[in-house]
């Protein structure tokens, strides 16, 4: 699986967008992106994920550049509840490879 | 739907002891995932698994046994508990490769 970068922290104000980056310049053709979420010491919680089209649901949206060495996730209304470790997972959707591999994540920080 | 279920939420072992961590997931997947994280630590994936009968390690997979005899049950054995296995242990399953994971609540063990 490619390895992702975030930024370790980020604050956003109540009400407002929380817009999350995350940097996969290796990854590959067949590599989907994958956005979890873990509050506090609860399981992680599956958000959104996408190949190469921009993505929404009733959580957030996802933006993948044209080239895909890059995303941003979209929380349009940022509540207190969003505060949380926000991760980027890059993986391959066929093949052998099945693992699911987390990295460090952002922690968001939504401030009232 | 229960999900992911993981038993005990809670357990204390002294060194050397033994004990099973309990995985089950009544959605029919084929994916099944261990995982730890340590305080302030981003999850490492100890062992994963495609199916009945097929295992594979992870990043930390030292320490740690698991078996797959049903597609439902996904248990992971710590044969000599020693004071570095203190984590909390998430157990996950997934469908297909390129569709969402799913978290247990987690296991918090500590090892004294």
């Known amino acids: 699986d490619a390895k992702t970068t975030q930024p370790p922290s980020m604050d956003c104000a109540e009400g407002r967008a929380a817009n999350l980056p995350c940097n996969h310049s290796t990854i590959s053709g067949n590599e989907y992106v994958y956005w979890y979420r873990q509050i506090h010491s609860q399981g992680p919680q599956y958000i959104i994920h996408?190949?190469?089209n921009n993505e929404t649901n009733e959580m957030a949206s996802l933006i993948i550049t044209e080239d895909r060495k890059s995303s941003t996730l979209i929380l349009p209304h940022a509540t207190l509840r969003d505060t949380a470790v926000y991760y980027c997972i890059v993986r391959v959707a066929t093949g052998s490879n099945y693992k699911l591999t987390f990295g460090k994540g952002t922690l968001l920080t939504v401030n009232p | 739907n229960a999900g992911v279920t993981q038993t005990p939420k809670f357990r204390i072992l002294k060194i050397g002891q033994s004990m099973t961590l309990q995985c089950t997931q009544d959605m029919n997947h084929n994916y099944m995932y261990w995982y730890r994280q340590d305080p302030g630590m981003g999850l490492k994936l100890i062992y994963y698994s495609v199916g009945a009968g097929i295992t594979d390690k992870g990043e930390v997979p030292n320490g740690y046994n698991v078996s797959r005899s049903t597609t439902e049950d996904f248990p992971l054995r710590l044969e000599l508990a020693a004071p570095s296995q203190t984590s909390v242990y998430f157990c996950?399953?997934?469908?297909?490769?390129?569709?969402?994971?799913?978290f247990g609540q987690g296991t918090r063990l500590t090892v004294v």
């Open positions: 996950a399953s997934s469908g297909e490769l390129n569709t969402e994971a799913f």
């Open positions: 996408g190949l190469k």
